[in-house]
């Protein structure tokens, strides 16, 4: 038999399909604003990183490295939507996603299991089924037939993906598309993607450790700014509302090398506890090793605190981690890193009760970082007594709050108020 082109199997598959009717150019004044409808689900954490509920007609891909939770998070979302939904799967079989789907809660969703790996196949089961919603598990599997390259291959990643923006645009149908990725976020497939769909979310997370963030990176249809929180349990993902209380280490004791830190993630205020080690190198280069933290920005604070106050870290092993295995990109946190490697290296705990919010310049200088009150206010609200921030955060209205707030300009002052 003769191979279709791709032209005639589109015509084939989309028969029934919404005609594309003829664009013309319209007024921006007759364009009507606010239609785009849509599904809201019931987990509060992916509406809210998707800008409000999946919009129909649109393409998100989740990005995630393999074991991070991706068909877990997609199955409840199958399950949990009050929707009919196809789910599509190339990685497993029928009895295994149906017994994961025994693992998890919510049933409330008309949810087909499809197990396929040929688009056309898919395409043509989901334009008979109409669904409001389509997953796919995961693009690397899918193989377009009239593309002579193996599953995940460029070529396969980027023919697939585009039949199903067309799909989904002319049926209105959304889509989400499952998308591993590489520990370096480098493989071709995922980074190929990003412009062809609405929305690329990223889930991300230690493996050994049970909580998951789900990051926007782009949004056609809303901010980027949002993150979602959940904890991988035996029976699946748990939506995290309430952050802070969550990624504190769970000890008692005041410990030397823990210093917590008043951060804002995507809109969230969040208290995150970092965690410093420093001890003498006992082989002749001394390690340096950060988790949740971007190693770079430790070697300039390490150098920081060197040139400025002096301390000896060149001689010491230094490792960093930032409780619960979460990665932390606001620069608020440089002030409570460095107060949880002066705390291990000089073996002084810092009492519970404090925490931080500053960047630290490269000469030194603590400064002012963005949305302060929001923080403090956090901090006051779980009980905190002080919080240390820079002096250059001006006109803040403080008497509402109960926590102390404590003015520094530069490292070397850190040092004189909590330690010595
Ligand atoms: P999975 O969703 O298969 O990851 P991905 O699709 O990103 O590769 O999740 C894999 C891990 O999640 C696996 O190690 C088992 C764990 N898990 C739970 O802890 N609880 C659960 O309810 C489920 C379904 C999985
Ligand atoms: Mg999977």
Redesign the pocket.
Same mark, same amino acid.
């Given at each position: 038999m003769q191979k279709e082109t791709p032209r005639e199997e589109r015509q084939r598959i989309w028969k029934g399909a919404r005609k594309i009717e003829e664009t013309r150019p319209m007024p921006i004044a007759d364009i009507k604003s606010g239609s785009t409808q849509r599904i809201v689900t019931p987990d509060e954490e992916l509406n809210r990183v998707l800008g409000g509920g999946i919009v129909s007609g649109s393409l998100v891909l989740i990005g995630?490295?393999?074991? @991070?939770?991706?068909?877990?998070?997609m199955?409840q979302v199958a399950l949990g939507v009050p929707a009919k939904v196809l789910y599509v799967s190339g990685?497993e079989s029928e009895e295994q996603i149906k017994m994961?789907a025994d693992?998890?809660r919510e049933r409330l969703s008309e949810c087909y299991i499809l197990t396929e790996t040929n688009t056309s196949k898919i395409l043509t089961q989901a334009q008979s089924l109409q669904p409001d919603l389509l997953i796919i598990?995961s693009i690397q599997t899918l193989a377009a037939p009239h593309i002579d390259a193996t599953p995940g291959s460029i070529s396969q990643v980027r023919e697939s993906a585009g039949e199903l923006q067309r799909f989904a645009k002319e049926t209105n149908i959304p889509i989400f598309i @499952?998308g591993?990725i590489t520990k370096d976020g480098a493989i071709a497939g995922p980074k190929l993607l990003e412009h062809i769909v609405d929305a690329v979310l990223q889930?991300e997370g230690d493996?050994n450790y049970t909580y998951r963030i789900l990051r926007t990176i782009k949004n056609r249809f809303g901010s980027t700014d949002e993150i979602g929180i959940y904890e991988?349990?035996?029976?699946?993902l748990r939506e995290v509302s309430n952050p802070s209380e969550l990624l504190m280490s769970q000890t008692d004791e005041e410990l030397s090398g823990s210093a917590i830190a008043a951060t804002i993630e995507g809109q969230r205020p969040m208290l995150i506890e970092t965690q410093a080690l420093v001890s003498k190198a006992v082989y002749g280069t001394p390690q340096r090793s950060a988790t949740g933290f971007d190693l770079r920005r430790l070697s300039m604070l390490l150098a920081v605190l060197e040139k400025r106050c002096g301390f000896q870290f060149a001689l010491n092993d230094v490792f960093l981690n930032i409780a619960g295995g979460i990665r932390v990109d606001d620069p608020a946190i440089d002030l409570a890193i460095v107060s949880a490697l002066i705390s291990s290296l000089q073996d002084i705990s810092i009492p519970h009760q404090v925490t931080f919010a500053g960047e630290v310049g490269l000469s030194g200088e603590i400064r002012a970082v963005s949305r302060i009150e929001q923080r403090i206010q956090e901090a006051d609200r779980l009980g905190f007594q002080e919080i240390y921030i820079s002096k250059y955060n001006k006109g803040l209205k403080l008497d509402k709050f109960g926590i102390k707030v404590r003015f520094i300009g530069k490292v070397e002052e850190l040092y004189q108020a909590i330690f010595a």
């Amino acid at each position: 038999m003769q191979k279709e082109t791709p032209r005639e199997e589109r015509q084939r598959i989309w028969k029934g399909a919404r005609k594309i009717e003829e664009t013309r150019p319209m007024p921006i004044a007759d364009i009507k604003s606010g239609s785009t409808q849509r599904i809201v689900t019931p987990d509060e954490e992916l509406n809210r990183v998707l800008g409000g509920g999946i919009v129909s007609g649109s393409l998100v891909l989740i990005g995630g490295q393999p074991g @991070i939770g991706k068909s877990t998070l997609m199955l409840q979302v199958a399950l949990g939507v009050p929707a009919k939904v196809l789910y599509v799967s190339g990685e497993e079989s029928e009895e295994q996603i149906k017994m994961r789907a025994d693992r998890l809660r919510e049933r409330l969703s008309e949810c087909y299991i499809l197990t396929e790996t040929n688009t056309s196949k898919i395409l043509t089961q989901a334009q008979s089924l109409q669904p409001d919603l389509l997953i796919i598990d995961s693009i690397q599997t899918l193989a377009a037939p009239h593309i002579d390259a193996t599953p995940g291959s460029i070529s396969q990643v980027r023919e697939s993906a585009g039949e199903l923006q067309r799909f989904a645009k002319e049926t209105n149908i959304p889509i989400f598309i @499952i998308g591993h990725i590489t520990k370096d976020g480098a493989i071709a497939g995922p980074k190929l993607l990003e412009h062809i769909v609405d929305a690329v979310l990223q889930f991300e997370g230690d493996q050994n450790y049970t909580y998951r963030i789900l990051r926007t990176i782009k949004n056609r249809f809303g901010s980027t700014d949002e993150i979602g929180i959940y904890e991988m349990q035996a029976q699946g993902l748990r939506e995290v509302s309430n952050p802070s209380e969550l990624l504190m280490s769970q000890t008692d004791e005041e410990l030397s090398g823990s210093a917590i830190a008043a951060t804002i993630e995507g809109q969230r205020p969040m208290l995150i506890e970092t965690q410093a080690l420093v001890s003498k190198a006992v082989y002749g280069t001394p390690q340096r090793s950060a988790t949740g933290f971007d190693l770079r920005r430790l070697s300039m604070l390490l150098a920081v605190l060197e040139k400025r106050c002096g301390f000896q870290f060149a001689l010491n092993d230094v490792f960093l981690n930032i409780a619960g295995g979460i990665r932390v990109d606001d620069p608020a946190i440089d002030l409570a890193i460095v107060s949880a490697l002066i705390s291990s290296l000089q073996d002084i705990s810092i009492p519970h009760q404090v925490t931080f919010a500053g960047e630290v310049g490269l000469s030194g200088e603590i400064r002012a970082v963005s949305r302060i009150e929001q923080r403090i206010q956090e901090a006051d609200r779980l009980g905190f007594q002080e919080i240390y921030i820079s002096k250059y955060n001006k006109g803040l209205k403080l008497d509402k709050f109960g926590i102390k707030v404590r003015f520094i300009g530069k490292v070397e002052e850190l040092y004189q108020a909590i330690f010595a």
